[in-house]
């Protein structure tokens, strides 16, 4: 899967099918910090995947 | 998973409340959260104008945007910061969303009206954060003021509550304790009373609704906030919530039920009123005026013109 993250615009890939929790563990997000985006749609964390979707991460954190 | 109201397909899922919920009843879920808030907290009357502080930020225009559904006549306050192209883009983002949403709009250019947080910053020795505070505090309340506005609304969410009462403790700073509240009443006649009605849902779930809403926000974070303690704060709770559902909304919840109001009894109303803006405060300079005068004393002069010969 092909993975967008924001607001730093970073790209990476992901090999397999996979749920959106187990990705966020490989990538050391946790739920509820970052919004995983597919098509528009808000995916939940038991949500699953494919290998040749793209998704966008989107961090939820801001202050200073 | 399936929405808990509806039992159509959930998007988004809730781990304190142990809810999921759909696009449609989520929606609905935030607008009577802040409903709520704003009813048992006697934030806002309804005959009552708000001014809202706006930032361009997903919490700030998702707050302006309730309020509005809510029937509240809002007029939104943006203060131009001059940081940058984080500020023009934040400044762009605010005007679409009034004009949008044809909302009233008042902007102030820090940079006309004072100095440009730089500025600020680098002359006084100060970290951008501290002046950029100051300065945002200072013009929502004077403007509140000028303008006629009874109330003043801010978007700070519960994670920003969490993250700030934290910092507060860490180093038992009673006086700021004292003044963290939902609803901070006017200690002084040209104070409008500040209200937080959004300090009851998280960050993700203020940026769950700006997404679902199609609110356009500034996803970049201000080039200053790298480092932030506030930044660290946040982490760590992060990592508590995740391990403990629930546990930043018992801790804010809890610290204002119990402990915030013995900071507050201690407290003492502003018993001066600015010599240079007017504005109440302590001593005889409040400490923005104090700290645009240190700027000015810190600049360099402009070079003088050749003396003819």
Redesign the interface.
């Known amino acids: 899967m092909k993975i967008r993250i924001?607001?730093e615009r970073n790209e990476l890939d992901l090999p397999g099918r996979q749920r959106v929790a187990d990705a966020l563990r490989q990538l050391d997000m946790?739920?509820?910090?970052v919004?995983v985006?597919r098509n528009d749609?808000?995916?939940?964390?038991?949500?699953w995947v494919e290998e040749n979707d793209t998704i966008e991460i989107?961090r939820?954190?801001?202050?200073? | 998973m399936k929405c808990k109201r509806c039992r159509a397909k959930a998007e988004i899922k809730l781990r304190q409340h142990n809810a999921a919920f759909c696009r449609t009843c989520f929606v609905f879920f935030v607008q009577r959260q802040v409903e709520r808030t704003i009813r048992q907290e006697r934030m806002i009357a309804n005959s009552e104008p708000v001014l809202v502080a706006v930032s361009g930020g997903k919490d700030s225009l998702a707050l302006w945007e309730i309020l509005h559904a809510l029937g509240f006549t809002t007029t939104g306050l943006h203060l131009a910061l001059g940081i940058g192209e984080y500020s023009a883009e934040s400044t762009r983002k605010t005007k679409a969303f009034a004009a949008q949403h044809e909302l009233p709009l008042i902007t102030a250019d820090l940079g006309e009206v004072a100095e440009p947080v730089p500025t600020l910053a680098r002359f006084t020795n100060r970290p951008p954060c501290a002046a950029c505070g100051l300065a945002k505090r200072h013009f929502m309340d004077r403007i509140a003021n000028e303008r006629g506005f009874p109330v003043l609304a801010t978007g700070h969410n519960l994670d920003d509550e969490a993250a700030r009462l934290l910092g507060n403790v860490m180093r038992w700073q009673g006086d700021y304790l004292a003044k963290q509240s939902p609803v901070l009443e006017p200690n002084h006649e040209r104070f409008a009373r500040k209200v937080r009605p959004l300090y009851r849902l998280s960050e993700y779930e203020m940026a769950a609704y700006a997404f679902f809403r199609g609110i356009d926000y500034i996803l970049d974070e201000c080039p200053n906030s790298v480092g932030a303690s506030q930044l660290v704060y946040k982490d760590a709770l992060n990592r508590i919530e995740s391990e403990m559902p629930g546990a930043k909304m018992s801790f804010v919840r809890e610290f204002f039920r119990s402990a915030q109001p013995a900071f507050a009894a201690a407290e003492r109303p502003p018993d001066h009123e600015c010599d240079q803006c007017g504005m109440p405060c302590f001593g005889s300079t409040c400490a923005f005026c104090r700290l645009r005068r240190e700027v000015d004393a810190k600049r360099p002069s402009p070079p003088s013109p050749p003396t003819p010969h």
Not at chain 1, 30 to 33: H, K
Not at chain 1, 41 to 47: G, N
């Open positions: 924001l607001p946790l739920p509820g910090t919004m985006i749609e808000l995916l939940t964390d038991d949500a989107r939820v954190m801001s202050g200073g």
